[in-house]
């Protein structure tokens, strides 16, 4: 009796122990002493101009490696598109436009969380096939009779731009498409499906070999200014802002004034 007596009174200590009714395990701390989880782990969303993609992409994974647990997303499109995304409810906590504009479409709606910053400028060149098989060398000559031109179009920034070289020279061009992003228009000259496209410079010196860009004169009557913001109703507005923080910084203009953007000051 006395040996079961003994043995009952162990098995009721085994059970307490396993019930957590005895000591904690302590939690997980990060270096700075901090608990660490998987829960940790958040999704920024950012919203950028198609001129972006390659520069952003880029900046990303420098926010990513200077956050451990969080991953930033893109979605690139024309700024008008996205400016349109964004009021009718799109999650996203940062928008990037590509001109002034699309921005107060959004700010108009109360949606952004700060004063937008501008963070970049970009003006218009002309991109051709390698070969430039149209001869263009001007500005003037993308009006040449039966030249397959592609531009924006007037509703997307680097559209709103043609048109307002258009009218500061008097040159009236008849494309043959009109875009709804500047990507789409550098594509189709790098598809030799045009002979030449109005395109941003930062995309003559991100497609390489693959075009040949002219810039010219007229261009600087157009120079776009883009402005960034953290969205007010993101799901991650905190992170948003410290997204919009990196490309403000020495670092990230550096990234961009190496892609051919003009300063943000």
Excluded: W
């Excluded at 019930?19 to 997980?28: I, K, M």
């Excluded at 001129?51 to 956050?67: D, I, P, Q, R, Y």
């Excluded at 921005?103 to 430039?132: C, F, R, S, W």
């Excluded at 157009?222 to 960034?228: D, G, K, S, V």
């Amino acid at each position: 009796m006395k040996k079961l007596a003994l043995s009952l009174a162990a098995l009721l200590v085994l059970a307490g122990c396993a019930s957590g009714g005895g000591a904690t395990t302590p939690a997980a701390t990060g270096t700075a002493g901090t608990t660490t989880t998987s829960a940790a782990s958040k999704t920024v969303t950012v919203f950028a101009a198609a001129s972006m993609k390659t520069t952003f992409t880029e900046l990303g994974k420098t926010f990513e490696a200077a956050h451990p647990g969080t991953k930033v997303t893109f979605n690139f499109a024309g700024s008008q598109t996205l400016a349109e995304q964004i009021t009718q409810g799109a999650p996203a906590d940062v928008f990037a436009s590509a001109a002034e504009a699309n921005m107060k479409t959004v700010t108009d709606a109360g949606l952004n969380a700060a004063e937008p910053k501008i963070y970049a400028t970009n003006q218009l060149a002309i991109a051709v096939p390698p070969n430039n098989p149209a001869n263009i060398a001007s500005f003037a000559d993308l009006a040449k009779p039966g030249l397959k031109l592609v531009v924006c179009a007037p509703a997307v920034p680097c559209g709103a731009a043609t048109v307002k070289v258009e009218e500061a020279t008097g040159v009236k061009l008849t494309p043959v498409s009109e875009e709804q992003a500047v990507t789409d228009v550098l594509a189709k000259v790098q598809t030799g499906e045009a002979d030449a496209g109005l395109v941003y410079k930062t995309d003559v010196i991100s497609a390489g070999s693959k075009v040949k860009g002219i810039d010219f004169p007229e261009s600087s009557k157009a120079i776009n200014r883009n402005p960034i913001v953290a969205l007010k109703n993101g799901p991650q507005a905190t992170l948003g802002q410290e997204f919009v923080n990196l490309i403000l910084s020495a670092d990230g203009q550096k990234v961009l004034n190496a892609a051919g953007f003009g300063s943000a000051s």
